[in-house]
T-cell receptor, first 112, second 114 residues
């Protein structure tokens, strides 16, 4: 089983749509969770951290289910500028170290 | 705004040659990482570095790879004898504290091995 698994997409949605991405992770000892965004041929950038209680940042909502080892990202009112690859990121594990693993990403295309 | 800087932005080398990729992390950061991304593929963890030593490494990070923080400022990745399959974008990242800390990435160094 992959350490971090995501649906690769692509998701093709119209402007204004709501879209949800899911991610599962294999190591139950993982400690920290994030969503990053990567534009074509650019470096990954933090979109938001994911907390156990769930958290929201404007149009973006992240959820974590530790029991199911599942992370989600919801984007409301999609904008053209949201077109990118969304990376699910998981840190930590049994060794207590700092290994930070990226999923393969989910591609989103928002169309006018 | 402080940023992670990487040099060179692009390097072309012949198979079998040694390559050194350089990174200057954000000055008050304590944790440093190298990642690799082959074109069209995922961002792959190579190595993490803390307190002047490797804290974790992946199976990709074999004996041909090494990292060093020679002067308290630069953080380098050396590939001793490059192979065609080493062609990729190499990203350096740094983090201030562990746990929930954000990884800040440099813009990457594209390595092309001919």
């Amino acid at each position: 089983r992959k350490e971090v698994e995501q649906d690769p997409g692509p998701f093709n949605v119209p402007e204004g749509a709501t879209v949800a991405f899911n991610c599962t992770y294999s190591n139950s000892a993982s400690q920290s969770f994030f969503w990053y965004r990567q534009d074509c041929r650019k470096e990954p950038k933090l979109l938001m951290s994911v907390y156990s209680s769930g958290n929201e940042d404007g149009r973006f909502t992240a959820q974590l289910n530790r029991a199911s080892q599942y992370i989600s990202l919801l984007i409301r009112d999609s904008k053209l500028s949201d077109s990118a690859t969304y990376l699910c990121v998981v840190r930590g594990g049994n060794t207590g170290g700092f290994k930070t693993i990226f999923g393969a990403g989910t591609r989103l295309f928002v169309k006018a | 705004e402080p940023e992670v800087t990487q040099t060179p932005s692009h390097q072309v080398t012949q198979m079998g040659q040694e390559v050194i990729l350089r990174c200057v992390p954000i000055s008050n950061h304590l944790y440093f990482y190298w990642y690799r991304q082959i074109l069209g593929q995922k961002v792959e963890f190579l190595v993490s570095f803390y307190n002047n030593e490797i804290s974790e490494k992946s199976e990709i990070f074999d004996d041909q790879f090494s990292v060093e923080r020679p002067d308290g400022s630069n953080f380098t990745l050396k590939i001793r004898s490059t192979k065609l399959e080493d062609s990729a974008m190499y990203f350096c990242a740094s983090m201030r504290g562990q746990g929930t800390g954000e990884l800040f990435f440099g813009e990457g160094s594209r390595l092309t091995v001919l």
